[in-house]
Each structure stands twice: as structure tokens, then as C-alpha cells.
């Protein structure tokens, strides 16, 4: 089933990882939502304006828009995506399954993002005077403590297929392929993480991750 566009509004910003696994979740479900774009950097930073602030007080991307009700967090928002537009389900049927794919997810919303974030880098660079390169070493540091994780729980378990569960994409994956759209953009060495490298070819040739990427939305620059 399709929202009517006019319906369905996400602001993002074709750099931000967690406007990506919105629009990752959004076209597995063949859902079209008008984009407003949100420049995170231009005019001291568009997440701050007054107007935006007031959909999101917390200044950041994505937030999506339904039938006049505001949704930020993309985590909350795949959700409700997944609650009204239940197939293709991006979650399993089984609780096991339905915990272990949250567990994926979660484990790079919670412990690898937001340790990458611009406006904590920006409080490294402004407050401790970190350079460019080492900014770039602690997100290296803290991406290869969750990747390390995640390649030992992913290879070793026999849930694992094509994908982070199972032979179809989950929330799991739009989860871990904008984190690992992330770890190229600071040139992390993938070479020691086979199963994540893995999931990711086989996600870059579904076309609702295809579709996603950053280069691919009308605000890349
Ligand atoms: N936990 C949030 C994270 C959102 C987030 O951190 N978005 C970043 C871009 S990936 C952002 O808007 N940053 C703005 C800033 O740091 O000033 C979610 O999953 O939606």
C-alpha cells in the first residue's frame, strides 16, 4: 500500500546516516515521501533553525511527518513505519528474531553513532582543540569497538544469510549499511570485517538500499 505523498514529508540531509536508514526503511516499504532538506552545515547549520527546532527540539536528522503528527528518532520512526505498513516486515515474525535484529540495530544507534556525531565532533574540535585527524581517529576507534561486536555476533550465529537475519533485508541492515557508509567517509579499515563486508554487497544490489545512498539524493553535493 502506498501514502498518498502529500502525506508522508522526511527532512534529511543526504550525509546523515540516520536520514539514511529512514530512507532505507521508507523504500523497502515502497513508500514515497516529499523530502524538505535540512543542511547541516550551511547557515551555522539548518538542524537549528528556530522553525525546525520546533519539529525536532533536539536539532537533528531525520524527522518524519504522518497525517499532521511529528516523528523524530530514526528508530522510532521505522517502527511506526513498520506498525502501519507492516510488509515486506523489516522485522521477523518470531520474538527471538524480533530481539536479535533490535539488538543489531541497536547496537550501532546507541554505542557506535552517536559517538560519530557532528556536533560532538564539533565539541572535541571547539572545546579540546582536536584536529581533523584526530577526530578521524576517535570515530576509527569507537566504529572498530562496535564492528569488532558486531562481526563476532554476525558470523558466528547461524541466523545470519544473505543479510544481517535471515535471507532478507531487516532492520538490522538499514542500520548497518549507512554505518558502514560512515567508516569508508573516515577511511576505516574494513578488511578484518568479512561478514559486515558481505552483507553490504548484497545490500548495495537491492534497490531500496541503491536508492538511499547519499550520492543518489537530490541534495548531494
Ligand atoms: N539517534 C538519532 C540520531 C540522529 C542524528 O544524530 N542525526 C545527525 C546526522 S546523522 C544530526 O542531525 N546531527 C546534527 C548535529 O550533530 O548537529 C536518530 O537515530 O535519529
Redesign the pocket.
Known amino acids: 500500500m502506498l501514502a498518498p505523498a502529500n502525506k508522508l514529508t522526511l527532512y534529511t540531509?543526504f550525509?546523515?546516516?540516520?536520514?539514511?536508514?529512514?530512507r532505507i526503511a521508507l523504500n523497502l516499504k515502497g513508500l514515497k515521501p516529499d523530502f524538505k532538506f535540512?543542511h547541516?552545515l550551511k547557515n551555522g547549520?539548518e538542524?537549528?533553525n528556530t522553525e525546525y527546532l520546533r519539529l525536532n527540539p533536539?536539532?537533528?536528522?531525520?524527522t518524519l511527518i504522518h497525517e499532521d503528527h511529528v516523528i523524530?528518532?530514526?528508530?522510532?520512526?521505522i517502527e511506526y513505519l513498520e506498525e502501519r505498513w507492516p510488509e515486506p516486515a523489516l522485522l521477523p515474525k518470531d520474538p527471538f528474531g524480533r530481539a536479535r535484529v533490535r539488538q543489531i540495530a541497536l547496537a550501532i544507534?546507541?554505542d557506535i553513532?552517536?559517538l560519530s556525531?557532528?556536533?560532538?565532533?564539533?565539541y572535541l574540535k571547539n572545546i579540546f582543540e582536536a584536529s581533523d585527524e584526530q577526530q578521524a581517529e576517535w570515530q576509527k576507534h569507537w566504529i572498530g569497538v562496535g564492528f569488532t561486536a558486531l562481526e563476532e555476533l554476525l558470523s558466528s550465529s547461524k541466523e545470519t544469510g544473505k543479510y544481517c537475519h535471515g535471507n532478507t533485508p531487516t532492520m538490522a541492515d538499514v542500520f548497518l549499511i549507512?554505518q558502514m557508509g560512515?567508516a569508508r567517509r573516515v577511511k576505516f579499515d574494513l578488511a578484518h570485517y568479512p561478514t559486515l563486508l558481505r552483507i553490504e554487497e548484497e545490500a548495495a544490489a537491492h534497490p531500496a538500499f541503491a536508492a538511499a545512498r547519499p550520492e543518489a539524493q537530490p541534495d548531494a553535493e
Not at 550525509?15 to 529512514?22: L, P
Not at 556525531?117 to 564539533?122: A, D, S, V
Open positions: 540531509y550525509r546523515s546516516s540516520a536520514a539514511w536508514r529512514a535540512v547541516l547549520g538542524q537549528y533536539q536539532g537533528i536528522v531525520p523524530g528518532q530514526s528508530m522510532a520512526l544507534a546507541c553513532h552517536p556525531n557532528l556536533r560532538l565532533r564539533t549507512p560512515n
